[in-house]
């Protein structure tokens, strides 16, 4: 295990790996997992459409002619992760996966062990210098090629004081024509009590500053001057869903988070 790794403390990474039936986690993320699932039963419906509206998007943007992907916040790996998906239909495809979990850090890595195209960057999103930088991002994305940039689930825990909008900004302009945005992001929008309840536990276990919902208008103005793809800034289930398990059997579940997809 990483040396840098509190057990102790639950980590966003660990417990969402637990509602998705990962078993890359710890005593303390499935207490607060528990807990969370207590205050909102179903919820882990609501992580399973979140990965899968990411396989949506990913084929989605393969068929736009997108070969690389930057996934940042990308999480443990899971059933279906992005190069997976993208290297199944086209091995060609290249993956920078970034996220600052050591565990989410340590098992990609091991994933990706003996893979030439795809690779992990252990960093915060909030420094897109050390990202973009990086000798892997660098050896594996062409800037002035299009590039699929994903955040998923992720956003929600920058706070508006850390200039989200400007830190969205300055990763969309790297961006080339042709280049696609792809965000899901938390909402209190329409279930503003069962959004109020996860926050507070999640607060009450890892600190207060945690966990930022925002509206459909906040998450719209995320996607900047790119043209939203139709249906636009939607529930995530309801983003193009193709089939079984895309919408989530209780309604309630479909409408924690949206999700929306736009083109430079
Ligand atoms: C809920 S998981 C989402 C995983 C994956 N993107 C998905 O949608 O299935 C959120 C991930 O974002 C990561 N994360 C949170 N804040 C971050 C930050 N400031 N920089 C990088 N990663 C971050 C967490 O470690 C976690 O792995």
Redesign the pocket.
């Known amino acids: 295990m990483p040396s840098n790794v509190d057990t102790n403390a639950p980590?966003?990474?660990?417990?969402?790996?637990y509602l998705?039936g990962g078993s890359h986690n710890f005593a303390a993320d499935r207490i607060m997992a528990d807990q969370v699932e207590g205050a909102v039963p179903g919820i882990r419906a609501a992580?399973r459409i979140?990965?899968a509206f990411?396989a949506r998007a990913v084929r989605f943007m393969i068929g736009e002619g997108v070969r690389q992907f930057l996934?940042?916040?990308?999480?443990?790996p899971?059933v279906g992760n992005v190069h997976e998906i993208a290297q199944q239909a086209n091995s060609s495809c290249r993956v920078v996966y970034?996220?600052?979990?050591p565990i989410?850090v340590a098992h990609s890595e091991l994933m990706l062990a003996g893979n030439e195209h795809a690779g992990m960057v252990e960093?915060?999103?909030?420094?897109p210098a050390t990202i973009l930088e990086h000798p892997v991002t660098r050896r594996l994305l062409d800037f002035d090629e299009p590039i699929g940039l994903?955040?998923?689930?992720?956003l929600h825990?920058?706070p508006d004081e850390d200039d989200i909008a400007g830190l969205v900004a300055t990763y969309r302009e790297t961006l080339s024509p042709g280049s696609y945005l792809t965000i899901?992001h938390m909402t209190d929008d329409m279930q503003a009590d069962k959004i109020d309840a996860v926050a507070g536990i999640v607060r009450g276990n890892r600190g207060a500053g945690q966990v930022h919902p925002r509206t459909r208008a906040q998450i719209t103005a995320l996607f900047g001057d790119f043209d939203l793809v139709p249906p636009g800034v939607v529930p995530t289930g309801t983003w193009r869903p193709g089939g079984i398990g895309d919408i989530a059997e209780d309604p309630e579940m479909n409408e924690l988070s949206f999700a929306g997809i736009a083109r430079r």
């Open positions: 980590s966003g990474a660990r417990t969402y790996d998705l992580a979140n990965r990411l996934d940042i916040g990308s999480g443990i899971t970034v996220d600052r979990d989410a960093a915060d999103m909030r420094e994903l955040f998923l689930l992720v825990w920058i899901t």
